[in-house]
T-cell receptor
């Protein structure tokens, strides 16, 4: 079974600084997707960024970028120029490429942004 | 753009009562997923449907059942409610070929 591990239950960052959230996963598959979701206090689940495992290039979405290391099964999220609105719970998630399989989530990292 | 619609947004039930949660996926999305997120927990997969047939089953209690109807909306039926069922219940939908999930805003169930 696939598992997703987020080893940092809580992180904090100063406004305008950069923070990196860690995620590792375990799978025997070679084709899959990886995601970072943000869950603010409203508890809405918001997609931050997505990475296809067959793509070597790291995904980037504005201030958000990932460092995808397939051999190490590592998928970290870097948030640059942190803003107060970035404060939320961040979940790393995995999904097989094929079929209609569900997401497998990590336990999450609570990010605080200090003004 | 249309989103995943869940109803109700909030629901309060007493122990041993029943509850029905509804999910309306994005038009032309053929797969619906249900997740349960307890306080301070990560979302746990309950069950999914593809083209109105059960696709995958996760940690769904026997007291719960779900189905997807001809119009693709889905309902999660929960019976003999327990205090531990208090959680946020998310529905998400996706299309084939896969381009991503879209989550609804969730139904917050409180069992008292």
């Amino acid at each position: 079974a696939q598992t997703v591990t987020q080893s940092q239950p809580e992180m904090s960052v100063q406004e305008a600084e950069t923070v990196t959230l860690s995620c590792t996963y375990d799978t025997s598959e070679s084709d899959y997707y990886l995601f970072w979701y943000k869950q603010p206090p409203s508890r809405q689940m918001i997609l931050v960024i997505r990475q296809e495992a067959y793509k070597q290039q790291n995904a980037t979405e504005n201030r958000f970028s990932v460092n995808f290391q397939k051999a190490a099964k590592s998928f970290s999220l870097k948030i640059s120029d942190s803003q107060l609105g970035d404060a939320a719970m961040y979940f790393c998630a995995y999904r097989l490429l094929s079929g209609n399989t569900p997401l497998v989530f990590g336990k999450g990292t609570r990010l605080s942004v200090i003004a | 753009a249309a989103g995943v619609i869940q109803s109700p947004r909030h629901l309060i039930k007493e122990k041993r009562e029943t509850a029905t949660l509804k999910c309306y996926p994005i038009p032309r999305h053929d797969t619906v997923y249900w997740y349960q997120q307890g306080p301070g927990q990560d979302p746990q997969f309950l069950i999914s449907f593809y083209e109105k047939m059960q696709s995958d089953k996760g940690s769904i209690p026997d007291r719960f059942s779900a189905q997807q109807f001809s119009d693709y909306h889905s309902e999660l039926n929960m019976s003999s409610l327990e205090l531990g069922d208090s959680a946020l219940y998310f529905c998400a939908s996706s299309a084939t070929p896969f381009h991503g999930y879209t989550f609804g805003s969730g139904t917050r169930l409180t069992v008292v």
